[in-house]
């Protein structure tokens, strides 16, 4: 668990496959556009079974979760609708997250991380179209 603790932020030209994943996901095209470029900064912490996980992508006011492992949080994103999530972690150091966003019409969303070295490796996958990309300890 150790190894996903710290700051990671993204780097934008390791992202593959961004405009098909969020068409198929049902993502309204002025979001799409909004998010494109934005390098989302992301600070993992734990303190006992409590994740608390900040973003920041400079648009506006950073937004943090906080969770425990394997149990559902219900909560909103950064455009104020309704997110479910939950995140487990492996013993072989996969962390999934299981999400559905209100924005999407709550289709599941399946995010998989894994960190080699100062990179955290990151696919998305909805409705059958993933996006990958990679994330740089920071």
């Known amino acids: ?3 996903f603790v ?5 780097i934008n030209s390791t992202r593959k496959n961004y405009e098909e994943y ?3 996901s049902g993502i309204p095209k002025d979001l799409i556009d909004k998010y494109r470029d ?11 079974d409590k ?5 920041d992508t400079g648009l506006g006011p ?8 394997g149990q559902e949080l219900v909560t909103k994103d950064f455009e104020g ?3 479910k999530a939950t995140a487990t972690l492996s013993e072989d150091g996969i962390w999934t997250d299981k999400t559905s966003h209100e924005i999407m019409g709550y289709k599941e969303t399946i ?3 894994r960190v080699e070295g100062n990179k955290m490796i990151a696919s998305t996958t909805c409705g059958g179209v993933t996006m990958t990309y990679e994330l740089e300890k920071q």
């Open 6 to 10: 710290g700051k990671w932020k993204t």
């Open 1 to 3: 668990m150790a190894q």
């Open 111 to 113: 995010t998989t991380k």
């Open 62 to 69: 950073p937004k943090s979760f906080t969770f425990i492992l």
């Open 81 to 83: 609708k309704g997110v």
């Open 22 to 24: 969020c068409s198929s």
């Open 51 to 55: 994740w608390l996980i900040t973003y």
């Open 38 to 48: 934005v390098v989302t900064v992301m600070d993992m912490k734990q303190d006992g």
